[in-house]
């Protein structure tokens, strides 16, 4: 009677058999699909400690910063960029509730980054030294000679104004504020001189700064307030 009892009972058994493999089969799409999810959660948390990661080593370089400056200062973050031809500004979070006033230097962790021409309430802006319309005072860091850095209204190009072909400038010399004028502070490196173009008509050499700022890249700067002397 065993085989007899087996065939009339083995459709029972292969029912019990699918409905655990069914129920096993939709466990297991359940824990994959909650697995999958977790590791999409993970793949964004590791995204965001990567972007924080590279941010705070940002920080800390544009904190270190502070060790060459002999100045008060105080950490921005470029909120927006003005949208107009030819114009190279930037908008930052702090405004006149934090003591900002026009006129003040904006630094980055490489060097200077430009200038506060306009204050709000909670916001400034700040005209980068590239910018076609603006001029610092700078002096070579190699031998002192003086001059001037005008912007070009290219992002990777500055130009010294004036600079007589018998000037002591070479490719490589450290361009850095000079502190006439008093606007900018003296010791801000400014740019490295790339080129020196001597035209045999001209009384003036065509001398060619890169900027040591990171003016397309900088998403924090440094707002530069009185120094031990209370000068700006």
Avoid: C, W
Avoid at 28 to 43: C, H, P, Y
Avoid at 106 to 122: E, R, T
Avoid at 154 to 179: C, F, K, M, Y
Wanted: charged share 20%.
């Amino acid at each position: 009677m065993s085989p007899l009892q087996f065939i009339a009972e083995a459709p029972y058994f292969i029912g019990n058999a699918a409905g655990d493999l069914f129920a096993t089969r939709t466990g297991m799409l359940e824990k994959n699909a909650q697995l999958s999810r977790q590791i999409l959660e993970l793949s964004q948390l590791s995204q965001q400690y990567l972007a924080l990661k590279t941010e705070n080593e940002r920080l800390r370089e544009l904190l270190g910063s502070q060790a060459r400056v002999p100045a008060e200062v105080m950490i921005a973050e470029l909120v927006g960029v003005i949208p107009a031809p030819n114009t190279h500004q930037i908008i930052i979070d702090k405004g006149a509730v934090d003591g900002v006033m026009i006129g003040q230097a904006v630094i980055d962790a490489q060097g200077l980054f430009g200038q506060i021409v306009a204050v709000d309430q909670y916001s400034s802006r700040v005209l980068l030294i590239t910018d076609a319309s603006h001029a610092v005072p700078v002096q070579v860091n190699r031998n002192g000679v003086r001059s001037i850095a005008g912007g070009t209204g290219q992002l990777d190009r500055l130009e010294l104004e004036n600079v007589p072909v018998t000037a002591d400038i070479r490719e490589g010399d450290l361009v850095e504020t000079s502190g006439l004028g008093g606007r900018f502070p003296p010791g801000y490196p400014v740019g490295l001189v790339d080129s020196v173009i001597i035209e045999p008509t001209s009384p003036f050499a065509m001398v060619s700064v890169r900027p040591s700022a990171q003016l397309d890249r900088s998403r924090h700067v440094l707002i530069v307030f009185a120094d031990s002397e209370g000068e700006t």
